[in-house]
């Protein structure tokens, strides 16, 4: 069973503002390329950022509220908040 | 000024221990409010799925008549894995009926809607859908929340932050210490479904009744972590998780080590025909005793996951939060009385957790989230070894017994010399004694 298909079984009440913003683009770029090669790519459960070649994509939409990046980014360098009141996934069995 | 305040307290979050500390002060009268940012409580919370009941009966007695419990766990079993072995272990018993059963499986959207209800009916004001941001400070002491709503700023007398794993609110009070990521693990879950009647064959389980298999070994490829599979009525949880810095080191996907897990020789069986209908994933606090924020200040009082109180060794959480809940309950019911809710007279809540399992316990394992750490390895290197002595000494091939057994010797201390063999030894005693 693939990631999509796996995304597919849920359920979010979207917000048209993202919860999440990388701080500084060129970390990712530069030093995190080199040191760590962006494990935000992989250890994200709901695969919400993704390497474009520039920059790191951010699929906020898709984001599962786990905060494993909050964490996980070695350089502390996405800024993510909670939703907004009501919004982001909501688990149907949890 | 003590009774200036707004309402008595507020309560951020309404899982187990935020719940359960609200229920406690409703029921004595206090006023309390409990945020949830949720649209419903539940909606955003997540567990393995395994729940005790002593520590819910002292909140809610006979609450197996009502809560939405999925099964009693009646057969617990322990899987060290290789590749294409299982070694076993596991224990069995018929569960009473009179009294509240020991450990039972839940589904966290339907028992915390359930559960945040009984506060409700105790007189606590939920107000779901509701972010809170950010503590209020004033003069060295919390006197409330900032919510994300418009003017939505509440004062309190008392404020429990029960915000869950990572808390946000631990920080911006100042309680602890920023989480390092060896200190938190993501699991990723799926429920299955299956019929309840093949449940119950496949797990050989009596109506009703429940299993829990924990599975160590080469399914978090190197990891620290387990794998689970758990019984609810008509589906299973089934799920892998491992520390977040190992995550990072090692690239593994989530959902690739989950589908590794499901496909594992021992475990496909146990799934086959079962529909997946939801995957979830959710950070557990790993850290411990050691990474533990302060408990309480003068204004504020930290319960559950948002205070590190999980125990891993035996997959407890939620009753540590239940438990912590109830005695930081029942603190604000002594400040009330007493008018004074600062520090010295919230370090009652400090005591009745010293006094209790919850600290007694936390702080018996306080090294072993270190050793699982840096000794991973041990998760793989051990459960091949006992699976390959047993696999050898079952192996009717005309070698003798007693050569069997030195061939076993050979090979064990070829992976690990004698001084590695006690050095394992000494430090997993050390961890857990």
């Not at chain 2, 631990?170 to 309680?175: E, K, W």
Request: glycine share 10%; hydrophobic share 45%.
């Amino acid at each position: 069973m693939k990631i999509e298909e796996k995304l597919y079984t849920l359920r979010w009440k979207h917000d048209k503002q993202s919860h999440i913003k990388i701080t500084a683009a060129e970390v990712c770029l530069d030093r995190c390329g080199t040191e760590w090669k962006r494990p935000c790519t992989a250890f994200c459960p709901a695969n919400v950022y993704t390497w474009d070649g520039a920059k790191i994509a951010v699929s906020f939409e898709n984001c599962v509220e786990c905060t494993t990046c909050v964490l996980g980014c070695p350089y502390r360098n996405i800024d993510w908040k909670l939703p907004r009141g009501g919004f982001g996934i909501e688990w149907q069995n949890g | 000024m003590p009774g200036a305040e707004e309402f008595d307290a507020i309560v951020v979050g309404a899982g187990p221990g935020g719940t359960a500390a609200a229920l406690t002060m409703a029921r004595a009268g206090l006023s309390v409010v409990l945020f949830e940012r949720g649209e419903r409580p539940g909606v955003k919370n997540v567990m393995g799925g395994v729940m005790y009941g002593r520590m819910l009966a002292d909140v809610v007695p006979e609450f197996w008549q009502e809560a939405p419990i999925e099964r009693v766990v009646a057969d617990e079993r322990l899987w060290l894995v290789t590749e294409d072995t299982a070694t076993t272990a596991g224990h069995t018993h018929v569960p009473h009926t009179t009294a509240p059963p020991n450990a039972f499986t839940v589904l966290r959207v339907p028992f915390d809607g359930w559960f945040a209800a009984r506060a409700e009916a105790a007189g606590a004001l939920l107000i779901p859908g509701t972010t809170v941001e950010d503590v209020i400070r004033e003069n060295g002491r919390i006197v409330g929340v900032r919510t994300g709503r418009q003017d939505g700023d509440l004062r309190a007398n008392l404020v429990v932050i029960a915000d869950g794993a990572n808390s946000f609110l631990v920080q911006r009070a100042g309680l602890g210490r920023p989480i390092e990521p060896h200190e938190m693990a993501l699991v990723v879950k799926e429920i299955i479904a299956l019929p309840s009647g093949v449940i119950e064959d496949r797990f050989v389980l009596d109506p009703g009744m429940g299993a829990t298999i924990e599975v160590y070994g080469a399914v978090t490829r190197g990891m620290a972590g387990y794998g689970f599979i758990y019984t609810n009525r008509e589906s299973l949880s089934v799920g892998i998780g491992a520390l977040i810095s190992h995550f990072m080191k090692t690239r593994i996907t989530p959902w690739d080590l989950l589908e590794g897990f499901k496909t594992h020789p021992m475990v496909a069986p146990l799934l086959r025909g079962g529909e997946v209908r939801e995957y979830l994933a959710h950070a557990i606090p790993e850290g411990g005793f050691r990474a533990m924020p302060r408990l309480y200040d003068s204004g504020v009082l930290v319960v559950g996951d948002a205070a590190m109180m999980v125990n891993n060794l035996h997959r407890e959480g939620s009753n540590l939060a239940i438990a912590a809940g109830r005695m930081a309950g029942e603190t604000a019911v002594h400040a009330k009385r007493i008018g004074d809710w600062s520090a010295p007279t919230l370090a009652m809540y400090r005591d009745l957790l010293e006094a209790s399992f919850v600290l007694q316990d936390l702080r018996k394992y306080e090294r072993l989230p270190d050793l699982v750490d840096h000794q991973a390895d041990l998760l793989q290197i051990y459960p091949a070894l006992l699976s390959e002595a047993i696999h050898e000494m079952l192996t009717v091939d005309g070698v003798s017994k007693r050569e069997k057994q030195r061939r076993i010797l050979r090979r064990l201390l070829a992976r690990r010399p004698w001084w590695r063999l006690l050095r394992d030894a000494y430090e997993g005693w050390r961890a857990m004694r």
